[in-house]
């Protein structure tokens, strides 16, 4: 029997790590997933948005508007922050597979931890100052970027 030659990429394969990954955010409104991996094509660190290691996704506001104490936003940690926590190795030189291009305060962690690419699929921030300011920081960092088309995979 002979190998198959119609094997996803390996851009598909860990996409859809990150985007599997969103898929255990609660939040109502935007779910984000994240992969980072090594050099050697092997997954270091994954990550969704939500709320903090203890703090229960009952008793904090998931809403969009109101008064700050009152909407999710001081609260919920990004995908990004939470796969750079949850890694098991150094991250210098790794790739972050993300499903939305990070904001300016997870770009600045992404710095920090030396991750050299950026893929990801959306960017629907990229009209607002706060995404100004992260394209200022990746320009200076020398970080790579790129958007990846998604394609539907089918199993056989």
């Not at 119609?6 to 996409?15: A, E, L, P, R």
């Not at 709320?51 to 008064?67: H, I, K, L, Q, V």
């Not at 992260?134 to 990846?148: G, Y």
Request: with cysteine; glycine share 6%.
């Amino acid at each position: 029997m002979n190998k198959i030659d119609n094997h996803i990429s390996w851009d598909d394969y860990f996409m859809g790590v990150a985007r599997l990954s969103a898929l255990r955010s609660k939040d109502p409104n935007t779910k984000v997933g994240a992969c980072i991996v090594n050099s050697d094509k092997r997954i270091v660190g994954i990550g969704y948005n939500g709320f903090p290691f203890g703090c229960s996704d009952d008793a904090f506001p998931w809403e969009r508007e109101g008064d700050l104490l009152d909407t999710k936003y001081p609260y919920v940690v990004h995908a990004e922050p939470n796969a750079i926590l949850n890694s098991n190795s150094s991250l210098a030189s790794c790739v972050l597979y993300v499903t939305e291009y990070p904001c300016n305060e997870c770009i600045k962690l992404v710095i920090q931890a030396g991750i050299k690419e950026i893929v990801y699929i959306s960017n629907k921030y990229k009209d607002t100052p706060h995404h100004q300011a992260a394209l200022k920081m990746v320009k200076a960092s020398k970080i790579k970027t790129r958007q990846l088309e998604v394609r539907d995979i089918v199993l056989n």
